[in-house]
């Protein structure tokens, strides 16, 4: 019997120690680990879905952990978000402004932790609270939406769906207004905030028909907001005569150019903006030399190149 006890209690002696050993190696991996908090102005668009994939799985290949949050458009509730990972210490933030303007107290307290920011798809106020700024050539997608309407209409009479506390939508809003301004044939007859967001598009471009606002071209800040546009214009009966612009390249637009529906949309690159982002990211971390603004190109996509790209998948 005695014989049979002193087995257990090295068995037990030996368990012990094996399973203090596997809790010392898992905890030393979870201590090695990075922790990446991300925070997007609204998940409700799938183009920063696509980028929070292209940075998850390089992040996640490393073994690290990336933390999303989702503030769907309100700023106040994204300050909140980065207040809460600054206290779940993660290593970096990786964010995409709801209002380039009110994060900055976020940015601030960021920034007095120690925790380096990265800003996707944006500029903010304050570029000293940023480490990187990583978004699209925004500002040329409107150049060439303008100057795409302007090869392919003597005339227009312009409705304008604007964004303008995001900073990427006020540049491209801006580089469409400043490409037509001293050719008066070019009038912009409406303008109207839509967020970005299709389904507040719809009722904002009905609003300003039933004001008996008379538009053959709407440009859009995206792809989410044209397709509401369009779904307005439809109901009207003009869409057939009306020229539609977006940015994005999203999926739905490109079908929509396929079709004949819309115009045309300037192709940004979530996949590229993500992998970008991401190598950035750990270029911060191990202290490597970074670029400190990166501006990724942009392609305008119309009916007559629309079949060189990805009709179902982003580019």
Known sequence: MRKKQMIYIVFTIMLAVCLYATLQ??????????????????????????????????????????????????????????????????????????NFLAISPALEEAHAAGIPVVIVDSQVSDEALAACTIASDNYGAGVLCAKHLMNTQDSASIILLEHPTAQSAVDRIQGFCDTIQNDSRYRIVGRTGSAGQLELAMPAVRALLEQGCAPNVVMALNDPSALGAMAALEEYGILAQTAVYGVDG????????????????????????????????????????????????????????????DIEGWQ
Do not use: C, W
């Open 25 to 98: 190696f898992v905890g030393s991996r979870t201590a090695d680990r990075y922790r990446i908090g991300a925070t997007y102005m609204t998940m409700n668009n799938p183009f920063y879905s696509v980028i929070d994939e292209e940075l998850r799985l390089m992040i996640e290949s490393h073994g690290d952990i990336l933390l999303t949050r989702d503030p769907a458009l309100d700023q106040q509730k994204q300050n909140e978000q980065i207040h809460e990972l600054i206290v779940e210490d993660v290593d970096i933030l990786v964010v995409n402004p709801v």
């Open 250 to 309: 999203a999926p739905e637009a490109k079908n929509m150019i396929l079709e004949g529906a819309m115009t045309a949309t300037v192709a940004q690159s979530p996949i590229q903006i993500g992998q970008i982002t991401a190598q950035t990211v750990y270029q911060i971390l191990s202290g490597e030399d970074y670029e400190k603004e990166i501006t990724v190109p942009v392609e305008l996509i119309t009916a007559k190149n629309v079949g060189q790209f």
